[in-house]
Each structure stands twice: as structure tokens, then as C-alpha cells.
């Protein structure tokens, strides 16, 4: 058995942040294609009005991995702090291994 007592924050904070940025590329990557999609249409149908779509639409793929990274690498943080804190209290979680 293995007990894992603390966790390194920063080192969560980083493959958090990672995942998330991963997670908010495919995410941004679908609403760019339905945003551009959208604005396409409405460009056909209203002119140039429909535009401003291009721009969320390719915005979308830049930011998206931004936030979502940034928001993964705080609340990694987070967790690992509150996780050395409770384990420090509770004594970790066991891991069984052959």
C-alpha cells in the first residue's frame, strides 16, 4: 500500500492548466465552425451585418484555450493546496499496488 500525503501544487496548477487548455481548443475549435457556419449564412441572407460572427467565430479557437488554461492552472492551485491541507489531517489516499 501507498499513501499519497501531499501533492506539489504548482506541479497540479501546470497538468490542470494543460488538460484544460486541451479541453477548451476542441471546444473552441466546434463554436468556431458553428459560429462560422452562422455568420456565413446570415452574410448570404443580411450582408456584411453578419460579419461580427467571423469574429467571435475565429476568436472563439483563441481564447477559449486561454481561459479555459487559465482557469484549469488556478483551480489546480486551488485543489492542491486544499488537498495538502486535508491530507495533512486525514493521512492521504491509499493506493494498492501488486
Known amino acids: 500500500m501507498i499513501q499519497i500525503k501531499k501533492v506539489g501544487v504548482f506541479s497540479l496548477g501546470k497538468m490542470m492548466g494543460l ?17 462560422l457556419l452562422g455568420s456565413a449564412a446570415m452574410i448570404s441572407e443580411a450582408g456584411g451585418e453578419g460579419a461580427i460572427g467571423l469574429i467571435f467565430g475565429l476568436g472563439g479557437i483563441i481564447f477559449f484555450p486561454l ?14 493546496v486544499l488537498y495538502n491541507i486535508i491530507a495533512g489531517m486525514a493521512g492521504g489516499i491509499e493506493i494498492y499496488t501488486e
Open 67 to 80: 481561459i479555459y488554461g487559465l482557469m484549469g492552472f488556478i483551480g489546480g492551485l486551488l485543489v492542491g
Open 19 to 35: 488538460l484544460y487548455a486541451l479541453l477548451g481548443l476542441i471546444l473552441g475549435a466546434m463554436f468556431s465552425c458553428f459560429s
